[in-house]
């Protein structure tokens, strides 16, 4: 098992629709930046959604996810911040983590703690592709259910590419707000799908308090 980082950090940008080329063309130079940056021992750029489904993509918001061994300078997110109209930068400490990412467990296997600020969690998917019409067909409940739950401050769609990498990131007044959506009837039905149908090649599902939130998302603070 890998070790717990010291810091997770999540930027996400917007930039403006005239600058989507070179976001574009950021995208995939930054990859391999993100990952070679000093102190860091996972990083992926990601793109987001306004939502969870394919329709939903947003080319105007891009956002990295980076695990630290050693916090230090962030070239490749001074860079970005020099090209968006908005950005909001979230430090991320581990509660929870179950699953792999890219066979990875960039978050270790924290130890289970009370937290009473805000928390985030995560969740990251690799789709069997045979089984990718019956999830989608489960995504607008859970979707919605997600849009109206109390305390949940904010919700993106995130992902390394537009289909078959599906996963959310979203941001809860408290572990208790997050832990009253989980336990919801959409929820609890797609979690038993999951079960059934086995819609996963590869999955993971974090919890993090959050520890600062710098910046906007949408204009407003967390």
């Given at each position: 098992m ?16 005239s ?5 574009l063309?950021?995208?995939?130079v930054?990859?391999?930046?993100a990952r070679r940056?000093e102190g ?6 990601l ?9 939903d ?11 630290w061994?050693?916090?230090?300078p962030?070239?490749?997110?001074a860079s970005w ?8 930068r979230?430090?991320?400490?581990p ?7 890219s066979?990875r467990?960039?978050?270790g296997?924290p130890?289970?703690?009370r937290?009473?600020?805000?928390v ?7 789709l069997v ?9 489960a ?26 990498l599906?996963g959310?990131f979203?941001?809860?007044d408290?572990?208790a707000a997050?832990?009253?959506?989980t336990?919801?009837?959409a929820?609890?039905?797609a979690?038993?799908?999951?079960t059934?149908?086995g819609?996963y090649?590869?999955e993971?599902?974090?919890r993090?308090?959050?520890?600062s939130?710098?910046?906007t ?6």
């Open positions: 890998e070790p717990v980082p010291a810091l997770v950090t999540l930027h996400v940008w917007r930039v403006a629709r600058s989507v080329p070179a976001a063309m950021r995208m995939g930054d990859r391999a930046r940056t860091v021992r996972f990083a992926k750029m793109g987001t959604g306004r939502g969870f489904s394919l329709s993509a947003d080319l105007t918001r891009w956002a990295k996810l980076s695990s061994s050693a916090p230090g962030d070239p490749v997110a911040e020099r090209l968006a109209e908005e950005t909001l979230l430090e991320l400490r509660l929870a983590s179950t699953g792999r990412w066979r467990a960039p978050f296997d130890t289970a703690s937290y009473d600020g805000q985030a969690a995560l969740t990251r998917a690799r592709p045979t089984q990718a019409l019956s999830f989608w067909r995504v607008p409940a859970v979707h919605a259910d997600l849009a109206r739950a109390p305390g949940m401050r904010a919700a993106l769609g995130v992902g390394e590419a537009p289909l078959g599906q959310t979203s941001v809860w408290s572990a997050l832990s009253g959506f336990s919801g009837a929820h609890q039905d979690v038993r799908q999951t059934r149908l819609w090649a590869e993971l599902f974090a993090f308090a959050v520890l939130a710098e910046g998302l949408n204009g407003h603070a967390l």
